[in-house]
C-alpha cells in the first residue's frame, strides 16, 4: 500500500503539486491523469525519490520512504519511462539483470531470472545478446518493463511508457501489459495523458490539474461528475467507456470484443445488431453496461 500525504512541491513561482493526498491500492493500476503541467510526473517521481516534496510525506506499508536510503528504495520499486533508458553499452541480457546484480544475486538465480523474464515480455533468448541500438522501439520498450521487473518488486512505476512508439505498436504493448499485469498484480503507478489508454488500462484512476487533484476513483464513477472533470474528461466520454466493457465475457477481464469495437461494426453494417464468430447475436442494448453500484 503506497499513500501520499500532503504533498506539496514547488518550482520558484510555480507550484507543480499542492498538498495532494491519495492512496494507491495494491494490486491495481493507478492511472495519473491530467494535462500537461499537472504534476503527474512530479508525483511519480517523488516515489522514487528523483524529487523531494516541499512539504508532506510518502508511505509505502505504513513506512515513510525518506527513511530508506533512495538506491534502496529505487531497486525495491520497478521503474519504466517512455524511451526505456537501457544502457546502450549493456546487452539486453544484462540490462535485465541489472538490480538482481545490484542486489549481489548468485549468478545462477540472476541467469534463472533473465531468462525468466524474456520470456515473460514475448522476446525470443537469442535477443539477450542483442544490444539496445540493434532493437525496434517496442522490443526496446518490452526489455524495459523486463528490466523493472527484474527483482520482482511489488511496485511498478511508469512514465508514459507507450508514449514514443507508433500506434500499432502502441496497442500491441498495451494489450501484452495488461496480460502481464493479471498475471503479476503488481501494484502499478503509471502516468500518460492519453484519455482512451488511461481507460484501457486503469483500475482508477487519479485526474490533476494545475498540481491540485481533481478526483480519485474507477473510471465508470467519474461520469457524471460536472465541471472540471466533466472538462477534461470531454463529451465522448461514455462511448470511450465502452472500451471498458466485454459484453460476450463471462467474467470481468479483457477477453472478447470490447462494447466499442461491437457498435463501431453494428455502425459500419448499418444494421442493430452483430453476429459473432460463436454465432451469438449481439444488439445494442447488449452494449450497455450496468450502471456500478
Do not use: C
Request: aromatic fraction near 6%.
Amino acid at each position: 500500500m503506497i499513500e501520499v500525504l500532503g504533498v506539496s512541491k514547488n518550482y520558484g513561482a510555480q507550484k507543480a503539486l499542492d498538498n495532494v493526498s491519495l492512496r494507491f491500492p495494491a494490486g491495481r493500476v493507478t492511472i495519473l491523469a491530467g494535462p500537461s503541467g499537472s504534476g503527474k510526473s512530479t508525483l511519480l517521481k517523488i516515489l522514487n525519490r528523483l524529487v523531494e516534496p516541499d512539504s508532506g510525506r510518502v508511505t509505502i506499508d505504513g513506512v515513510d520512504i525518506r527513511s530508506q536510503v533512495p538506491e534502496e528504495l529505487r531497486r525495491s520499486l520497478g521503474w519504466v519511462i517512455q524511451s526505456t533508458g537501457l544502457f546502450p553499452h549493456f546487452t539486453v541480457a544484462e540490462n535485465i539483470a541489472t538490480v538482481p546484480r545490484l542486489l549481489k544475486w548468485p549468478a545462477p538465480r540472476v541467469d534463472a531470472r533473465v531468462a525468466q523474464l524474456v520470456d515473460l515480455v514475448r522476446l525470443p533468448r537469442s535477443f539477450l545478446t542483442k544490444y539496445p541500438h540493434e532493437l525496434s522501439g517496442g522490443e526496446a520498450q518490452r526489455v524495459g518493463v523486463a528490466r523493472a521487473l527484474g527483482a520482482d518488486p511489488p511496485v511498478l512505476l511508469m512514465d508514459e511508457p507507450f508514449g514514443s512508439l507508433d500506434p500499432q505498436t502502441r496497442l500491441a504493448l498495451q494489450d501484452e501489459f495488461l496480460n502481464l499485469q493479471a498475471q503479476l498484480k503488481k501494484t502499478v503507478i503509471l502516468v500518460t495523458h492519453e484519455l482512451d489508454e488511461a481507460l484501457k488500462l486503469g483500475d482508477f484512476l487519479a485526474l490533476l490539474d494545475q498540481g491540485s487533484l481533481l478526483a480519485f476513483d474507477t473510471p465508470e464513477r467519474l461520469q457524471g461528475r460536472g465541471g472540471r472533470i466533466e472538462t477534461f474528461l470531454g463529451r465522448e466520454y461514455e462511448l470511450k467507456l465502452l472500451s471498458r466493457h466485454h459484453p460476450l465475457s463471462p467474467t470481468p477481464g479483457n477477453e472478447g470484443p470490447s462494447s466499442r469495437d461491437l457498435l463501431v461494426e453494428m455502425i459500419a453494417g448499418g444494421q442493430p445488431s452483430v453476429l459473432t464468430a460463436a454465432g451469438r447475436t449481439v444488439t445494442f442494448a447488449d452494449l450497455i453496461p450496468k450502471a456500478p453500484q
